[in-house]
Nanobody, 128 residues
């Protein structure tokens, strides 16, 4: 049974930083691209950042480029999202996601219809 568990969310002031973690179990993480999505109140869920199975390729939404960094440690079965210079508009529930299939590009991974498994989400609130 595939399982993705996010952690690291919380309340932070504008300009602050947080690192989210996604712990994977029940499948071989090494074989799969992984994505981070977010959903703000009243908005659709959107792809934030995705990473290839090896970690060699990454993809970012324009709104987070230069501020967020995705990485992975396959030995620890964990994917990370380092978020710097956070803005109030980054406030959302952040979800980790795995694809339905092995062979997806990082661009495909950041599209919701590619997702086969979701984590439960972690709340990030950016407010003074």
């Amino acid at each position: 049974q595939w399982q993705l568990v996010e952690s690291g969310g919380g309340l932070v002031q504008p300009g602050g930083s947080l690192t989210l973690s996604c712990a994977a179990s029940g499948f071989t993480l090494d074989y799969y691209a992984i994505g981070w999505f977010r959903q703000a109140p009243g908005k659709e869920r959107e792809g934030v950042s995705c990473i290839s199975a090896s970690g060699g390729k990454t993809n970012y939404a324009d709104s987070v480029k230069g501020r967020f960094t995705i990485s992975r440690d396959n030995a620890r079965k964990t994917v990370y999202l380092q978020m710097n210079n956070l803005k109030p508009e980054d406030t959302a529930v952040y979800y980790c996601a795995a694809p339905r299939d092995y062979y997806v590009t990082v661009q495909q991974m950041c599209v919701e219809r590619t997702v086969g498994s979701w984590g439960q989400g972690t709340q990030v609130t950016v407010s003074s």
